[in-house]
């Protein structure tokens, strides 16, 4: 069981509203008795928004190179489609909802990938801005954007985001996704991991692919002895319950 005292951070995909339902209405009812911040992604509807409009998407090691004419339309579809819609739908179900981006409160700030164009990494955050609306009743929705070191709007990977959020807060962080946790070489589910084990499986290849920002913003996130984060399936019922009570759903991610 994760210490209920501890606020709470939940990273969602961003896909579409009835594909989070269930998990919208699990946070509206959490957010009435403990501190919860959404960070959402939204990179499969990114992907075809560009597409529509003509612009390929290209990606490095699991994150979006993003150029200035992919930054433009990174900015109305993930701070104004998704957030909006992921508003109006925990607003619907009762929560005290309200929409902002890493930029606002200059909430994560950083420096850039050279290789990535207009995309910062290794997130910074400052949580007061987050930490005002909390005390004030609210359930802040958080979209993946956050200013360089020159004070310019830029993309950023949504679980290195949210982990950076979760670690200033020192939060507990679920990190909900499209399969029920990591595996191992011989495709078995490990239900509980330390950072160093983390890097030695991505050493091996073990973890791969889009996987690897994912476990490695889990492990980031750990801020103290009695951190905790959860990589689990976000399509289960229940899964935000599950993902806090029940450690074979998903894998836990601990300190050493």
């Known amino acids: ?15 579409t509203i009835a594909e989070e339902r269930g998990v919208l209405a699990e946070l509206a009812a959490l957010s009435e008795d403990r501190a919860v911040v959404v960070v959402h992604g939204g990179g499969r509807r990114l992907t075809a928004w560009l597409s529509r409009l003509g612009l390929e998407s290209h990606f490095r090691d699991g994150r979006r190179v993003t150029d200035d004419d992919t930054l433009e339309v990174a900015l109305a579809v993930l701070r104004g489609v998704i ?35 207009r995309v910062v990494t290794h997130p910074r955050a400052d ?10 009743g609210y359930l802040p929705v958080v979209a993946p954007l956050a200013l360089d070191e020159t004070g310019s709007i ?8 949210a982990a950076a959020v ?17 595996y191992d070489a011989d495709r078995v589910r490990m239900p ?13 290849g073990v973890i791969a ?35 806090l009570a029940d450690p074979e759903f998903g894998t836990r991610f601990r300190p050493a």
């Open 1 to 15: 069981m994760i210490d209920a005292a501890r606020p709470l951070v939940v990273k969602l995909g961003g896909t």
């Open 83 to 117: 957030n909006a819609e992921l508003v109006v739908a925990l607003i619907d179900m009762g929560a005290r909802s309200v929409g902002v981006s890493g930029v606002d409160g200059s909430t994560l700030t950083g420096a850039r990938d050279p290789a990535l164009g």
């Open 192 to 204: 509980e991991l330390t950072p160093a084990e983390t890097e030695r499986l991505i050493d091996r």
């Open 127 to 136: 949580a007061r801005f987050l930490r005002t609306l909390v005390a004030s």
């Open 209 to 243: 692919g889009g996987m690897v920002p994912k476990v490695r913003a889990a492990s980031s996130s750990l801020s103290d002895a009695g951190s905790v984060a959860v990589i689990a399936d976000g399509r289960v019922a229940g899964a935000l319950a599950r993902a």
């Open 166 to 182: 979760a670690s200033t807060l020192g939060a507990a962080f679920i990190l909900l996704t499209d399969t029920d946790g990591v």
């Open 154 to 161: 830029c993309n950023v990977n949504a679980d290195d985001a």
